[in-house]
């Protein structure tokens, strides 16, 4: 079997899978980085009564006309309302109530006066400026008014949403329940955090790494274990997850060593193969399959391989699945201030930071089975097949690793 382009082995995943439309309610609490799955409705006025923008008094405009320095007008002071609490009185001709920001305005009052235009009086007050009417009054439904729609279905909630929802009232949302992924690494030499590293082990990144990245684009991980170079083994605990599981990601074994035993996997569960080998380094070997309708994402050991093609391949998928648009792939151009000499026989993903527009490459080997040096890198620069050598002050184009979402909103 040939190797596909990244594009195309994209499209036969992405083909496969669709948006999930089971709902759920959650506390507001629960709901940052979920999808909406309702229209959000005003179900009152907000702010639901005319309110003071100042600490101050309520007083009619008319009455106040004529004030100024020189000549302030004096008014008495018939009652004083704190935020929280209506006024039982209403302003009348020659009175006004002493009054608090967030306070509702008495009946009869159309303004509020600051209290510095005046003499901050208790049971008279001496008012040394005009307002008009209107003036320094919040409206009832200023913020929005009952009927107004003002969320759409299908947006995540950021944390201004979830405020605007709180004023509202909600306690809980419905939004689309998770994905759920199923992790599962595979090799003889790994071990888990925790355990002794003996002669020829070393500790399971791949687990770890990929359930995180899961968990932050808001995936359930139902799964996160390990298993050995063992394909009856490792075939049972896909047996064992796939009912619950929408997507199952493995890594290792997928090369064409004595010990690759995904192949065998794929054979003893009878799941159909969609492609083995996609033309991009790191993480060539990727192999992907249907079983009972689920898609089985398995991916290189190699940690960078692994690392690359979790976002390659697997967020794209993820994206449709969750309905978080702004998990898909994006593409910048940014100008090299590093090189990159080798030759790139197929589109190659390297490590680098961008910031202002530029890329730069970590120092040290963008090996594949090297990590650590993509600590702090934010995307993947691509340099397409054919490329003898990526040089200093050259454009190119960049996947972005963070997912662009927008938590505010
Ligand atoms: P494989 O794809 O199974 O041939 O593994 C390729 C390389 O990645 C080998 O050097 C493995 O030891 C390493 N590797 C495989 N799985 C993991 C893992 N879960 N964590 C860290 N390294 C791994
Ligand atoms: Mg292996």
Redesign the pocket.
Known sequence: MGRLLLEQAQKLLLERVHKIEETEAVPLWDAVGRILSEDIFAGHDQPPFARSPLDGYAVRSADIREAGVKRPVRLSVIAEVDAGYVSERCVVRGTAVRIMTGAPIPEGADCIVGQEDTDYGEDTVEIYAPVGPYENYCFAGEDYRKGTKLMEKDTLLGATKIGVLASLGRETVRVYRKVRAAVL???D??VLPGEMLTGGK??????YLTAARLKAWGAEVICRE?EGDDAQAVAARIERYVQEADIIVT?????V?K??IMHEVMDILGSERIFWKVAVKPGMPTLCAQYRGKLLICL????YGAAVNLELLVRPVFAKLSGREDLRLRRVQAVSESSFLRKSAVTRYVRARLADGRVRIPEGSNAS?ILSSMCGCNCLIEIPAGTLALRVGETVWAVLLEGGEMWQA
């Not at 070393?202 to 687990?207: E, K």
């Not at 890594?251 to 090369?255: A, E, I, M, R």
């Not at 290189?300 to 940690?303: I, L, V």
């Open positions: 690494t595979t090799g030499e790994t070393i500790y399971d990144s791949n687990l390990h890594t290792g074994g997928v090369s060593g010990k690759d290189s050991g190699n940690p089975g």
